[in-house]
């Protein structure tokens, strides 16, 4: 019988808890109920009580009551609540975890979920559902669900949305399993709307090679993502064809994926090849949302969501002197390919974000600040989404990997 974690602050959710308690039960499944709450007196019995969470975290729970400081028992709570719930799931008792709460319990929880594996149902039934929630979901397949109305009392409208979130997760936990083969070789691709016939090309191609693609949205957490699993040890090789997020960066984007972007399959030794996708772009909201620094630029509306500006000849510069720097740093094989004829599908011949001397100033500066002995540099005379350009990304890449079994 599947195991669901229901972790909550049991002083302030206590009703909502029952009741969701209740309604997985009803559904079959065993509930371990683990109390995150400090502060008043648990409404709930608990299977793990708070003085064990806070034990967890080396936190003595009078003392965090005594003090009375919220942050500082949240950040406790947090810790303990992690290492109860890692501990659950290393004992076989955590088939999917459910949480109940506003901020300070969705922090809670989601410290405590993100540590799980990927594919283990996590839901947070969540105030705190709206606006940008990557703070709470970092690079993990937790799912908040907008609570509504505060989770404060089980009524109408609120038990509605808590019995659907129990279902969803019995749902999830009680489903057959995919089996999927897990024998091919992983490679991580980066893609973005205006890259997606490259990657789908040399997704294919690579797929005909014998290996599994993993393609992520470059959109920060996508390239954080791909990062993290660089770094830890699960991909063969790297297509890193679009490179936006560092235009972000550098201008102030919404999509920026960090300074560490583009750093760790160079540590870890893992075969890249790397292309300058999307580079003509830097990535802001909804058009009325477009800081007002830039209005004389050239912008673009992709869609309702996100406004595109054209980056500049001196952006561009800088940017491939990053982007040079970083590959420089490389540890295993590693190729920079150069689209000649356009680096993303509007930045072609004819496109709105065509620009010659943009172009020219990225690829200037790559040449003059790349290490020739560490990265190999191949200028192809094509466009971006050229299948011949594709093509020649996937193969050596496959080159590369080839050489080194």
Do not use: W
């Amino acid at each position: 019988m599947p195991t669901v974690v229901l972790l909550g602050t049991l002083d302030t959710k206590g009703e909502e808890y029952a009741f969701v308690r209740d309604r997985l039960t009803a559904a079959g499944l065993t509930v371990v109920v683990v109390d995150a709450g400090v502060l008043g007196e648990p409404r709930l019995t608990a299977d793990v009580p708070r003085e064990d969470v806070a034990a967890a975290a080396a936190a003595d729970l009078a003392a965090l009551r005594d003090a009375a400081d919220r942050g500082a028992a949240v950040t406790a709570m947090a810790a303990g609540a992690a290492a109860v719930v890692r501990r659950l799931s290393d004992q076989g008792r955590c088939d999917g975890a459910l949480a109940l709460g506003g901020t300070g319990g969705t922090s809670i929880a989601a410290e405590a979920f993100r540590g799980l594996p990927l594919g283990v149902p996590k839901v947070i039934v969540s105030t705190a559902a709206a606006g940008d929630t990557s703070a709470y979901l970092r690079e993990t397949d937790l799912v908040l669900m907008p609570s509504v109305v505060d989770v404060a009392g089980v009524n109408r409208l609120s038990a509605r949305i808590l019995a659907n979130a129990a279902a969803a997760v019995a749902g999830m936990v009680t489903a057959e399993p995919v089996e999927v083969a897990d024998d091919k070789p992983l490679v991580a691709a980066s893609m973005f709307g205006v890259t997606t016939p490259a990657v789908d090309a040399a997704r294919g191609r690579l797929g005909e090679l014998g290996y599994e693609v993993l393609v992520f949205h470059m959109t920060g957490t996508g390239g954080r993502t791909l990062e993290s699993l660089a770094a830890s040890g699960q991909l063969a090789g790297v297509l890193d064809l679009t490179t936006t997020e560092l235009a972000d960066e550098l201008v102030g984007g919404v999509f920026s994926a960090g300074p560490d972007r583009l750093t760790a399959a160079g540590r870890a030794g893992i075969p890249q090849v790397v292309s300058v996708g999307a580079m003509d772009m830097v990535n802001f909201g909804p058009r009325d949302t477009v800081p007002a620094e830039f209005a004389d630029r050239k912008l673009f509306v992709h869609n309702p969501s996100v406004t595109l500006m054209r980056t500049t000849p001196a952006e561009c510069a800088e940017l491939g002197r990053r982007l040079a720097l970083r590959l420089n740093g490389a540890t295993g094989p590693t190729a920079l390919l150069l689209p000649l004829r356009g680096v993303s599908a509007i930045a072609v011949g004819g496109g709105v974000f065509h620009d010659p001397d943009a172009d020219a100033a990225l690829f200037g500066a790559i040449r003059d600040t790349l290490d020739r002995s560490v990265v190999e540099l191949v200028e192809v005379d094509a466009a971006i989404n050229d299948e011949a350009f594709a093509h020649a990304a996937a193969n050596m890449l496959n080159t590369y990997l080839q050489k080194g079994n």
